[in-house]
C-alpha cells in the first residue's frame, strides 16, 4: 500500500473529486476513496437498476476505489431509498 492516498482521483462518471471514507473494521477495508455526490449519474440511475432484480430494495451504488488495491474500481453499496433519491433529483 501507498503511504500517501492521491487525492486527485475523481469519478468518471460526474468528475467529482473522490472523497476518503474509512470502511466499517469488520469488512477489513481501510480507507477507500468515495464519490459522494448525489448527483452522480452512476448513483441516480443505481436504485432503478437494483429494484428491477428486488423492487423492495433500498440500495444502490457510488462509485468508489480501494487505494491498497492500486485504486482498483468497484460500486460500494449504499442506501437510496426512494424519497432519498427523490430529494437528490432535485
Known amino acids: 500500500m501507498e503511504d500517501e492516498i492521491r487525492t486527485d482521483r475523481k469519478c468518471p462518471h ?7 471514507w474509512m470502511g466499517p473494521p469488520e469488512t477489513g ?5 468515495v464519490c459522494n455526490n448525489n448527483q452522480c ?4 440511475d443505481s436504485n432503478n437498476t437494483v429494484a428491477e432484480f ?4 433500498k ?3 457510488r462509485y468508489a476505489e480501494d487505494p491498497a488495491n492500486n485504486y482498483t474500481s ?6 437510496c431509498g426512494s424519497s432519498y ?4 433529483k432535485k
Not at 428486488?54 to 430494495?57: D, I, L, Q
Open 14 to 20: 460526474c468528475g467529482q473529486l473522490l472523497e476518503p
Open 29 to 33: 477495508w481501510g480507507i477507500l476513496l
Open 41 to 44: 449519474p452512476l448513483f441516480l
Open 54 to 57: 428486488n423492487p423492495e430494495s
Open 59 to 61: 440500495l444502490g451504488f
Open 74 to 79: 468497484f460500486n460500494l453499496a449504499t442506501y
Open 85 to 88: 433519491m427523490d430529494m437528490c
